[in-house]
């Protein structure tokens, strides 16, 4: 079966280190998307994707960035971790603008 | 740009009780509307959705119907059990803007 995983599933990090989440889906889905998940905020956007080598700004990408080499993969990377991005990181792909997303389990990542 | 609000938790009910989410949104275009729902420790997966006016959303005995003329998107199930605990998430998209999520909505049913 299709599915979307996450890794790590649980990271713990000192600020001001690189730190790298992996995302990787077998849906062969175009469009690919990070969130982060704080009490109160809902799910807010952080980066998308709409194809290989397409990359774009969401909500709240400032300190993140995103590369997509591939169709499956799109990982997220905190160029230097501040305690401001303690948070549930979720990855989602779509196959076409406007679809259902589907989710991955999610990332908790805390910066210490 | 597009919005959606939601009624805001945490919602608790008895088992058998009636729910009812309210769930609104802003849109310029001609969006799709829908709802997911998130169990403790895991990601968010699709509940049920609707793409054009007048639509009905059905899954698992929870239904949303697409109301144009009030732009809303309310969610309701004749009787909830406590499997149903959970948070639910109203969510809007169109071809110019991505999935745009509410803030959320914790329910927690009790036997």
């Known amino acids: 079966d299709a599915e979307i995983t996450q890794s790590p599933r649980h990271k713990i990090t000192e600020t001001g280190r690189q730190v790298t989440l992996a995302c990787h889906q077998t849906w062969n889905h175009n469009n690919m998307f990070w969130y982060r998940q704080d009490l109160g905020h809902g799910l807010r956007l952080i980066h998308y994707?709409?194809?290989?080598?397409?990359?774009n700004k969401g909500e709240v990408s400032d300190g993140y960035s995103v590369s997509r080499s591939n169709t499956e993969d799109l990982p997220l990377t905190l160029e230097s971790a501040a305690s401001s991005q303690t948070s549930v990181y979720f990855c989602?792909?779509?196959?076409?603008?406007?679809?259902?997303?589907?989710f991955g389990p999610g990332t908790r990542l805390l910066v210490l | 740009g597009d919005s959606v609000t939601q009624m805001e938790g945490p919602v608790t009910l008895s088992e058998e009780a009636f729910l009812t989410i309210n769930c609104t949104y802003t849109a310029t275009g001609y969006p799709s509307l829908f709802w997911y729902v998130q169990y403790p420790g895991e990601g968010l997966q699709l509940l049920l959705k609707a793409t054009k006016a007048d639509d009905k959303g059905s899954n698992k005995g929870f239904e949303a119907t697409y109301r144009k003329e009030t732009t809303s998107f309310h969610l309701e199930k004749g009787s909830v059990q406590v499997s149903d605990s959970a948070v639910y998430f109203c969510a809007l998209s169109d071809l110019n803007n991505d999935m745009r999520f509410g803030a959320g909505t914790r329910l927690t049913v009790k036997p």
């Open positions: 989602a792909s779509s196959d076409k603008r406007q679809e259902t997303q589907y």
């Open positions: 994707s709409y194809g290989v080598h397409d990359t």
